[in-house]
């Protein structure tokens, strides 16, 4: 059992279903109205809400930014791959991380990959986060929402992707290629390196093509997650009709 807490992660959590939700705590002397929503949400899906003291809130939270309401629920799940190619049909767009390390990042690239309707994350087992609270928290509710597939092996997905028909597109600094010159109106599965490190060479290999974002400043590098979102919108941008 584990902690999520904030009044987007709760609601979401509540409305996505991807993981039991044991209980909600609402902060004594909290505006009640504020949580009207929240409060459908956990009577449609009957989950318990009990009020208590502010403080209860602080220890669960471990004196973080609760915003009044704190709730227990199950262990997140990881999707299968065949779960995220199943979503492929309607959702065009598949992001792969090779390694990413940080929580945060893995979190707002979760949250960018939901808004910009993506079938789903794929993560490798090995060298590169899981399924962390503070993922879930920066996620801000989009893990209820988005599949997250982890793989022993982010090469054979590839492969496996490439077989469903999806072309696939790697971020590699200094490809000759700029990510807007790209034409993304298929099926795609964009490949992001981990901080600081790029894609590995096997993953690298098995990448339909390399592009990259041409960048003008003094700093040689862009963060993962700020990439992800450029890249990504990009290619929605594609397929969307204007």
């Given amino acids: 059992m584990s902690v999520i807490f904030g009044v987007n992660p709760v609601l979401e959590a ?3 279903r991807r993981r039991p939700v044991e209980r ?4 004594l002397g909290a505006r009640i109205a504020r949580f009207d929503e929240l409060m459908r949400e956990a009577k449609a899906a009957r989950v318990p809400v009990v009020r208590q003291p502010p403080a209860a809130l602080d ?6 930014n609760h915003q009044g309401v704190v709730a227990w629920v199950g262990a997140a799940r990881y999707a299968s791959l065949d779960d995220v190619l199943a979503r492929l049909a309607a959702h065009p767009l598949v992001v792969l991380l090779d390694g990413v390390e940080d929580p945060h990042n893995l979190g707002a690239i979760v949250r960018t990959a939901e808004c910009a309707g993506a079938a789903g994350v794929v993560i490798p087992e090995r ?36 077989a469903s028909g999806v072309w696939v597109v790697g971020l590699e600094a200094g ?51 700020v990439s992800v979102g450029i890249v990504l919108f990009e290619a929605r941008r594609h397929l969307t009709p204007s």
Avoid: M
């Avoid at 993922?135 to 989009?142: F, I, L, R």
């Avoid at 997905?157 to 490439?162: D, R």
């Avoid at 795609?188 to 339909?208: I, N, P, Q, S, W």
């Fill in 14 to 16: 509540l409305r996505g």
């Fill in 24 to 27: 909600v705590t609402i902060a």
């Fill in 59 to 64: 220890r669960a939270a471990g004196s973080r």
């Fill in 127 to 162: 060298g590169a986060v899981g399924l962390t609270e503070t993922v879930a928290k920066t996620s801000a509710g989009a893990l209820e929402h988005v599949p997250v597939a982890r793989v022993t092996n982010l090469a054979q997905a590839i492969e496996a992707l490439k």
């Fill in 175 to 225: 490809a000759p290629t700029a990510y807007t010159d790209y034409d993304y109106s298929g099926p795609t599965a964009l490949v992001f390196g981990g901080e600081g490190k790029g894609l590995r060479r096997l993953v690298r290999e098995r990448c339909d093509v390399l592009v990259s974002i041409p960048l003008f400043g003094a700093i040689s590098s862009l963060n993962v997650s």
